[in-house]
């Protein structure tokens, strides 16, 4: 009875379907595993063709002297270092001054324009979480201009802006008579507040869309609560809509902002290749710099320092508001 045991047991491990299929685990795992990588490996290889690879040859670039006469063959351009840096970042020469004002330019129109856009955008999503007749064709009309393509909407304010004929000008000075007379929106001080309205109306429907997708998660229980206190509707945005939003808005901030202070279409259909002083922003400033003074070793060492700042900026951003979320009660 004893000798017997043991046999039967092994001889019952041995066709159990479990023992079976035990050895055989391990391999269907590794293969479950590998297939998701494997799915993402085309858009791995993409992404690494398209941003990965012209990155590293702009950073290269930006270490030799490769100008017009290099163009055919940049590879063998002369090494300079770190001289287009200290090119770029040197402030008392006309180079470094130049970029400078271009920087803050873009810094000042950067924050006016995301500030504009998150406001305009917030607001029109919080007065469209109302039902009215006609709400599903006006929210179809505020994202117009975001599904416009780039150059038909900035050429049609290209044309809204010209001196003599231009619709600006004709509603301003000759309807309303705000201005003494026609003003030049394309060209001086002026060229400012073009680009800032341009980049405010393209820009505000993409965050009037994030917003209003943020405002379906909150209940409305919240708001019929704090109406029952007493709440207005000032007090209810403040209290409730606003604290429910923010990690929405962190993130709807921080990529207006890369979008915006990275915009290159807006300025380049609004005025042309060579951008008035007043809205001189920093990406046609290294267009400038690379393609029409041909050196491209100076833009593409602007380029790396745009890179490294924006990085920056990105990480304390996210360190920050990481931070608070974890400090928020």
């Not at 909150?218 to 606003?242: C, K, N, S």
Request: charged fraction near 15%.
């Amino acid at each position: 009875m004893t000798a017997t045991a043991p046999a039967a047991e092994a001889t019952v491990r041995k066709s159990s379907p479990g023992a079976a299929r035990g050895p055989r685990r391990r391999p269907g795992r590794i293969r479950r595993i590998g297939l998701p990588y494997l799915l993402l490996l085309p858009a791995l290889l993409l992404e690494l063709l398209v941003h990965l690879v012209p990155m590293a040859i702009g950073i290269v670039m930006s270490f030799k002297e490769l100008t017009q006469f290099y163009i055919r063959d940049w590879g063998t351009a002369p090494w300079a270092g770190f001289d287009n840096y200290s090119v770029s970042v040197d402030f008392d020469a006309p180079v470094g001054k130049a970029l400078l004002h271009s920087f803050l330019v873009t810094i000042a129109f950067t924050l006016l324009s995301v500030g504009l856009c998150w406001l305009i955008g917030t607001a029109a999503a919080i007065f469209m979480q109302d039902t009215f007749r006609g709400r599903g064709l006006l929210r179809a009309l505020f994202l117009v201009p975001y599904a416009l393509p780039v150059y038909a909407a900035v050429i049609t304010w290209v044309f809204m802006f010209q001196h003599d004929n231009g619709l600006v000008n004709h509603v301003l000075h000759d309807q309303l008579g705000i201005t003494d007379k026609p003003s030049f929106w394309l060209i001086g001080d002026n060229s400012f507040i073009a680009l800032l309205v341009v980049s405010v109306w393209k820009g505000w429907p993409f965050a009037f869309l994030i917003v209003m997708a943020g405002l379906q998660n909150i209940p409305r229980e919240l708001y019929e609560a704090a109406a029952l206190d007493g709440a207005g509707m000032l007090q209810q945005v403040r209290r409730i809509t606003l604290p429910s939003l923010r990690p929405v808005n962190q993130v709807l901030v921080l990529v207006l902002f890369l979008w915006t202070f990275n915009d290159f279409n807006t300025p380049y259909v609004l005025f042309g290749k060579t951008a008035p002083e007043a809205a001189d922003l920093i990406s046609v400033h290294i267009y400038q710099a690379s393609f029409v003074t041909w050196n491209f070793g100076t833009g593409s060492a602007m380029s790396v320092l745009l890179l490294f700042f924006l990085l920056v900026v990105t990480g304390v951003y996210l360190a920050l508001t990481s931070r608070g979320r974890r400090t928020a009660p």
